[in-house]
């Protein structure tokens, strides 16, 4: 049995943010985690979402992709986050869901848990960096670990250099520099969660 217990979430407008929650994943399950790969509820209206073509494909390919809920968040000993960056900082969608985990936050059930972030933006200096300084802001409040994948791995310097976490401008091909990228910080991010369980 694993002692890694790893809740991958994440929330994707267009597609992207699933896919490389998915790769994290994968990467994870190779390294002996067991792995939920959860996302955050749509809070955006139906009729909004219906409205535009890539939207509504890209949420009926995740329809089958269960919705993240508090009980996942105390079974997971270690979280990865994947989020799109909006203005700078994470979709509303994420925060929406992060906003509801006070009772948790307040009984000491999110700290001591190892976590990191992934996000992409429209270009390279959309705000990805931000994005994932926010959301450990919050791991902060946590008590969680935060596991970054710094600069250690070469994949980090040939997926763009981004020390905080992956980040992906969505116009570009999700490749296998990215893939190597988002797997090494997926592993990384087991390795530590194993050595605090």
Do not use: C
């Amino acid at each position: 049995m694993s002692t890694v217990r790893l809740a991958v979430i994440y929330y994707s407008t267009y597609g992207l943010n699933h896919r490389m929650a998915g790769i994290a994943a994968e990467a994870a399950k190779a390294a002996g985690a067991e792995v939920r790969l959860l996302r955050v509820a749509e809070t955006a209206p139906a009729d909004v979402v219906a409205g535009q073509d890539a939207w509504k494909a890209a949420a009926e390919k995740q329809a089958d992709v269960p919705v993240v809920t508090h009980a996942d968040m105390e079974w997971a000993n270690a979280y990865l986050f994947s989020t799109p960056t909006r203005y700078g900082v994470a979709a509303s969608q994420m925060r929406a869901f992060i906003d509801t985990l006070g009772g948790l936050w307040f009984q000491g059930k999110l700290a001591n848990k190892a976590v990191s972030a992934m996000t992409s933006a429209q270009n390279t200096h959309g705000g990805q960096e931000a994005t994932i300084l926010g959301l450990y802001t919050t791991f902060m409040h946590w008590g969680a670990i935060i596991v970054p994948p710094g600069y250690t791995d070469q994949s980090i310097f040939a997926a763009g250099g981004n020390p905080y976490g992956y980040s992906h401008s969505s116009g570009a091909e999700l490749d296998d520099k990215a893939r190597a990228a988002i797997e090494h910080q997926a592993r990384r991010l087991v390795e530590f969660a194993a050595k605090i369980a």
